[in-house]
């Protein structure tokens, strides 16, 4: 099984980016779908980006045109740059690996987790 390792959260005010990366290691990260999840207090996990396994990648129409999901197989690291950053997008945020061949987006499709890092932006 793939283990992952996020970092790069942070506070920073609205406006603002940030690049969250997530280092795998284990297993080779170009067999795995790599999402993006987070979560806000009180509320559910909730996707927000992926890259696939066979170059395609999606994003939530909440974060569309501001958060893309990238990957870079040679260091076996997948990334989210995050723009324009706004309060509500103050949550915990995870990156998760699937075996689907294909995007996937529910997280119940992703079998490892990393253990979430912090963002929190200001107003």
């Known amino acids: 099984q793939v283990q992952l390792d996020e970092s790069g959260g942070g506070v920073v005010q609205a406006g603002g980016s940030l690049r969250l990366s997530c280092a795998a290691s284990g297993r080779p990260l170009s067999r795995y779908t790599m999402g993006w999840f987070r979560q806000a207090p009180g509320k559910a996990r909730q996707f927000v980006a992926v890259s696939g396994s066979d170059g395609r990648t999606a994003s939530a129409d909440s974060v569309k045109g501001r958060f893309t999901a990238s990957r870079d197989n040679a260091k076996n690291t997948v990334y989210l740059q995050m723009n324009n950053l706004k309060p509500e997008d103050t949550a915990v945020y995870y990156c998760?690996?699937?075996?689907?061949?294909?995007?996937?987006?529910?997280?119940?499709?992703?079998?490892?987790w990393g253990q979430g890092t912090q963002v929190t932006v200001s107003s």
């Open positions: 998760a690996a699937s075996n689907s061949p294909v995007v996937v987006t529910f997280p119940n499709l992703f079998s490892s």
